[in-house]
């Protein structure tokens, strides 16, 4: 059987190994996790055993050693022992080459997906770093993070792996591939003190294929939208075409009537930034106002600002 790094290499959106007829989206058991209430963790116990069995693995990268880790794995899933485990490993005091060695080894030859995402997060780890292999280890973490099934895991672990500047280049990268579930966790990832980030945000980072309902009032947020409509507005500019897609977008996803994503009433520069973009679309040529005309009848309709 391949390994799971061997398949998502040749074709991030191909089957995994480990893959059965009835499961979830890929990163949407992760995903729906986090953005509910509960809390997933294991009984304390149960976290230090498997982190012995990681610790066995690592002194003696043996298959039956591999075989156990896995096992583990299948019986509690990821999300729910990862920040124990290597907080159990953390005492464990073990070289920093050996738990490289072992990251790499769990990250790239293991067929169970579990295995894998625990593997990224150990290469991610700051025990796990050897300087001279950061740009190898961001690599094999840029290539699983292609598949959605694993953007969450490789996310943080590039953040922790690489230099700001560098680990933000590969974030909106990635973004811009990333459809699904995958897209809404990066989209929480992101520097947004950063101006090119919040103007990519607006640009491209309420695009998904979950729902716009789920990104867009972190996108009006954090991308300072009602900013970015004041600007055009002060110096009295059309609306660049460019942006005009993704803050539509914004818009739509705003507007939607979801019943657990924050909507417009909840984003709070919505009457202002209603204004706004109606001023703007005003003012531009015939085929913005054609573009922006869906947006501003919604608006109209649910009463937001000025008709």
């Not at 929480?188 to 945000?201: G, H, I, Q």
Request: aromatic share 8%; net charge negative; with cysteine.
């Amino acid at each position: 059987m391949s390994s799971i790094y061997e398949t998502i290499f040749e074709n991030p959106s191909a089957k995994l190994p480990d893959q059965t007829n009835t499961e979830w989206c890929p990163g949407a058991y992760e995903g729906t996790i986090l953005r509910g209430s509960s809390i997933l963790k294991q009984h304390s116990y149960t976290n230090y055993k498997i982190a012995r069995l990681v610790k066995k693995f690592i002194l003696n990268p043996s298959s039956e050693n591999m075989q156990q880790v896995e096992n583990s794995f299948r019986k509690y899933t990821a999300i729910s022992v990862i920040d124990y485990v290597l907080s159990h490993m953390s005492r464990m005091k073990l070289p920093a080459e050996l738990l490289h060695n072992g990251a790499i080894k769990l990250t790239t030859e293991s067929a169970h997906r579990d295995t894998v995402k625990f593997g990224i997060a150990l290469l991610g780890d700051e025990r796990s770093r050897i300087k001279s292999l950061i740009q190898q280890d961001a690599e094999i973490v840029r290539k699983l993070s292609l598949n959605e099934e694993f953007t969450l895991y490789g996310l943080v672990a590039l953040k922790n792996i690489l230099p700001k500047d560098q680990a933000t280049e590969i974030l909106l990268d990635l973004g811009e591939q990333l459809t699904g579930w995958g897209k809404l966790a990066l989209m929480y990832e992101l520097d947004y003190t950063n101006p090119y980030v919040r103007l990519w945000t607006l640009k491209n980072g309420c695009r998904n294929s979950i729902g716009l309902s789920y990104l867009a009032n972190v996108c009006a947020i954090k991308g300072k939208l009602k900013n970015y409509l004041q600007e055009l507005e002060d110096n009295e500019l059309p609306m660049d075409p460019e942006y005009l897609p993704g803050i539509c977008k914004i818009f739509l996803g705003l507007l939607e009537d979801h019943p657990e994503n924050d909507g417009i009433y909840e984003y709070p520069d919505a009457v202002e930034s209603a204004n706004l973009f109606r001023a703007i679309v005003e003012r531009s040529p015939a085929e913005i106002k054609d573009k922006a005309a869906d947006v501003i009848s919604k608006l109209n309709a649910k009463g937001i600002g000025k008709s």
